[in-house]
């Protein structure tokens, strides 16, 4: 096996697999994709079962080498394996021979028990013996995480490789949008379906915002930028209001937040090298409970929540009603 140190652009897929192995060419597995990019700790990513932008031929590769490793290292039970897809290649990031936190996760978007599947094969059955085979369904499940900063005030709430989440949820629809739309619902920061959203993120982060921002706009919403953002999304025939950064003159960016004046937050940071501070965004969110967007994949995730939710009639499934669907 090669081993090779890499550093992804920031553009980079990430996703991982589930998977139940009988130390045999025979497995079962269950691809989700995550929503951050890579350089998320896979904890704290919210992710899509199944995927939606990942390409079939990458599907099948990630299907292939999770099949191979686990036949390889005699894997007689639970997997989960991480990948990164950059340049039109997949990478292998870890293979882990254990359960993962998303297990439960999958099996209720899936409709199959893994970890009694699981148990059976480690006490001795083959899955050959189970009759399980591929099946196809027509409902999405999104994985959030949850996380403690509203007790932790001073303390910016950016996500990383570190792993900060404390709990998961989940949401399941009939679309992707939905179904991220309503597992923010089950993390108590409900997305607004109308108002008033502030966008200002980093410099390498504004030609992947001007999509988002554009459907913002179309979808109705005014739009609040703080100065090097109001004039990039101008320059792109983006109308938005432009607001103060701290300390530029009032009443300025927290003042909007305080006053509830903003609805959403998408902010990506700028860096521990830049000459200010823009945590106090983020920080300023928990603290008046604005829902918040850290990242641009996020972001637009988030714009698509709420277009579905708009278009859609809210509707109540069980899980039962979902796992009949599937075939």
């Known amino acids: 096996m090669?081993?090779?140190?890499?550093?992804?652009?920031?553009?980079?897929?990430?996703?991982e697999a589930d998977a139940i192995s009988d130390g045999t060419d025979a497995f079962v597995p269950a691809i989700m994709e995550h929503i951050e990019l890579a350089g998320?700790?896979?904890?704290d990513s919210a992710c899509v079962?199944?995927?939606v932008t990942i390409p079939q031929k990458h599907l099948d590769t990630i299907v292939e080498y999770t099949r191979r490793i686990a036949t390889e290292l005699h894997v007689v039970g639970l997997m989960n394996m991480q990948y990164a897809i950059a340049d039109d290649v997949v990478y292998v990031l870890e293979a882990n021979p254990r359960a993962s936190r998303t297990v439960p996760l999958v099996s209720k978007v899936c409709g199959l028990s893994m970890a009694r599947i699981a148990t059976q094969i480690m006490l001795g059955k083959k899955l050959s013996d189970l009759n399980l085979k591929q099946r196809k369904f027509r409902h999405f499940g999104v994985k959030e995480s949850v996380f403690p900063f509203n007790m932790f005030p001073e303390v910016d709430p950016v996500l990383g490789p570190e792993m900060r989440s404390t709990g998961e949820v989940l949401g399941m629809a009939d679309s992707f949008?939905?179904?991220?739309?309503?597992?923010?619902?089950?993390?108590?920061q409900p997305l607004p379906v109308e108002g008033t959203v502030l966008?200002?993120?980093?410099?390498?982060d504004k030609s992947a915002i001007v999509?988002?921002?554009?459907?913002?706009?179309?979808?109705?919403?005014?739009i609040l930028s703080t100065e090097g953002t109001h004039k990039y999304l101008a320059g792109k025939g983006?109308?938005?209001?432009?607001?103060?950064?701290?300390?530029?003159?009032?009443?300025?960016?927290?003042?909007?937040?305080?006053?509830?004046e903003v609805q959403l937050i998408i902010n990506t940071p700028i860096g521990r090298r830049s000459k200010t501070d823009d945590s106090y965004i983020r920080k300023s969110a928990i603290k008046y409970k604005i829902p918040y967007i850290t990242t641009t994949a996020a972001a637009?995730?988030?714009?698509?929540?709420?277009?579905?939710?708009?278009?859609?009639?809210?509707?109540?499934?069980?899980?039962?009603?979902?796992?009949?669907?599937i075939r």
Do not use: C, W
């Open 199 to 204: 966008i200002t993120v980093a410099d390498a």
């Open 177 to 188: 949008g939905l179904a991220f739309f309503k597992a923010q619902e089950a993390t108590q």
């Open 49 to 51: 079962i199944p995927p």
């Open 2 to 15: 090669r081993l090779t140190r890499l550093t992804f652009s920031g553009n980079a897929i990430e996703t």
């Open 300 to 325: 637009a995730a988030t714009v698509k929540g709420i277009a579905a939710k708009r278009s859609q009639a809210a509707s109540i499934k069980s899980l039962q009603e979902y796992h009949a669907g």
């Open 238 to 260: 983006i109308t938005t209001k432009r607001v103060f950064k701290m300390n530029q003159g009032r009443p300025d960016v927290v003042d909007a937040i305080k006053n509830k």
């Open 40 to 43: 998320i700790h896979s904890g």
């Open 211 to 222: 999509p988002t921002a554009k459907a913002f706009s179309d979808l109705g919403f005014q």
